[in-house]
């Protein structure tokens, strides 16, 4: 079974560009997560998917920070403009189900970012 | 709210010795709490995890973790630590929603020779 797939893995921008991830989930995974791990923190949920629609963006700042799920499958998250406090490994997380009494986060490798 | 700590962001044994990483967990409804490794650049994997039923729960690689209601814990032990384990580890307990987990700022586990 394939696992989460997340491009690119690295990124180097100057700060005010933008950027953006690409994420394909495990297939048939309805619920896809997007979590911020800043260097020595653990992940911090920014935003969750349920098929297309969102569940949660409440810790997504929005002035900056776009993501979306067109057609239930795969994900883009987007930063425009980018702030030094932006560098982080953005990870990516699938789950079959939303509800996690049963189920389990399957994560990708995470796409690095650097903002200079 | 739902929250954890790990304590300790470092933790080094040598090769054979117990490992113990601790984290204790905030939650107002029963807590699912998890535990996830992650090795140097790739994703989390999940460990272990407690939903209900039995405190003491087994996971891959020899490890295991207890659920305390009491002391609000859930420590990961593994009686012999082999230098594969060294990785970064993150303890979790799921949101009040029930449809996401909110992580602890890990545990950085050294294994020495």
């Known amino acids: 079974e394939a696992g989460v797939a997340q491009s690119p893995r690295y990124k180097i921008i100057e700060k005010r560009q933008s950027v953006a991830f690409w994420c394909n989930p495990i297939s048939g995974h309805a619920t896809l997560y997007w979590y911020q791990q800043i260097l020595g923190q653990g992940p911090k949920l920014l935003i969750q998917?349920?098929?297309?629609?969102?569940?949660?963006d409440s810790q997504l700042p929005k002035d900056r920070f776009s993501a979306e799920r067109l057609k239930g499958v795969d994900s883009t998250l987007k930063i425009q403009p980018a702030k030094l406090e932006d560098s982080a490994v953005y990870l990516c997380?699938?789950?079959?189900?939303?509800?996690?009494?049963?189920?389990?986060?399957?994560f990708g490798e995470g796409s690095r970012l650097t903002v200079l | 709210a739902q929250s954890v700590t790990q304590l300790g962001s470092h933790v080094s044994v040598s090769e054979g010795a117990l490992v113990l990483l601790r984290c204790n967990y905030s939650s107002s409804v029963p807590p699912y709490l998890f535990w996830y490794v992650q090795y140097p650049n790739q994703g989390l994997q999940l460990l272990l995890k407690y939903t209900t039923g039995a405190t003491l729960v087994k996971g891959i690689n020899g490890f295991e973790a207890e659920f305390k209601k009491s002391e609000t814990s859930f420590h990961l032990t593994k009686p012999s630590a082999h230098m594969s384990d060294a990785a970064e580890y993150f303890c979790a307990v799921r949101n009040q929603a029930g449809t996401a987990l909110i992580f602890g700022k890990g545990t950085t586990l050294s294994v020495s020779s």
């Open positions: 998917f349920q098929n297309n629609g969102v569940v949660d």
């Open positions: 997380a699938s789950s079959m189900h939303r509800d996690l009494t049963t189920g389990e986060l399957f």
